[in-house]
């Protein structure tokens, strides 16, 4: 637990008790991300989004499910489809940006990633992470196999992801790293979960390349920023109790997909922590990974002042 993840002390509710007739909204008992937290959706406040020059415009923030799209656009890009060029708008959703009405207008679901194509006859929005993979899959033929089995394969993983992801970020991670009080049942039951999950990922990998078989897919790249992450002890600060590196071919995996050039690139898309210099805020052009990086924006203030 960091210093930024500690909690004031009325926040530390007594573990057991009886729940109520009628749940009742109790603000601040959210554990870290309070601030966000509702049991209402529909928007806090009027806000246009920006729109770029490009056809597609993501709206978005470079946390895992975020990155999968930043990922495959720069993977796009970087396999020649120049339709696939894309403005990134941030949206820091511990701001709140996520409840402005044109945000929630592209996705009611108030969650990055969202992003609209504006190459349609009509504009078409897309939210979801999966779908959003699936969308650019198909639009552009490419990251999906193309034979059958492949292909499903690749779906198999890809929604695979979508519905484990979950059990590690709101279930593990919320009760190890973000919750007002450490539950052991809670703990328990998600670490377990999570060591599951590895190891259906670590016995698949042993024997295939890549989770569609020896094609990178999209597959991939929805898997790779919540697990690749995961074993290379960076989520969570949980790297010792799940004995990530026991994990050999999950991690593996993670180097070997680390290595490409458009992952790289997308990792840095909307990043708002860690290095200056990897911390790509908004990408309007490819150029923008060499020339307006946090660590150059910050340096150019700097010269003006
Ligand atoms: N199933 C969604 C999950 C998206 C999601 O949970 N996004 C988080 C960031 S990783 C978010 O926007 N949270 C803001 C909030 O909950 O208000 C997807 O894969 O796109």
Redesign the pocket.
Known sequence: MTEDNKFPPENNLPAGYVPAKVWEWKKGHGGQFAN??RPIAGPTHDKALQVGKHPLQLYS?A????VKVTVMLEELLAAGHSGAEYDAWLIN?GDGD?FGSGFVDINPN????AMVDHSTPQPTRV????SILLYLAEKFDAFLPKQHHARTQALNWLFWQ?GSGPFLGGGFGHFYAYAPMKIEYAIDRFAMEVKRQLDVLERHLKDHEYMAGDEYSIADMAIWPWYGRLVKGGAYEAGDFLDVTSYTNVNRWTDQIGERPAVKRGRMVNKTSGELSEQLHERHDASDFALRTQDKLDAQKEGKA
Do not use: D, R, W
Not at 110 to 113: D, N
Not at 127 to 130: K, L, N, R, T
């Open positions: 966000i937290n923030l946390t895992p499910n975020g959703i996520q108030s969650k990055i990633p939210f979801e992470s999966g979508m």
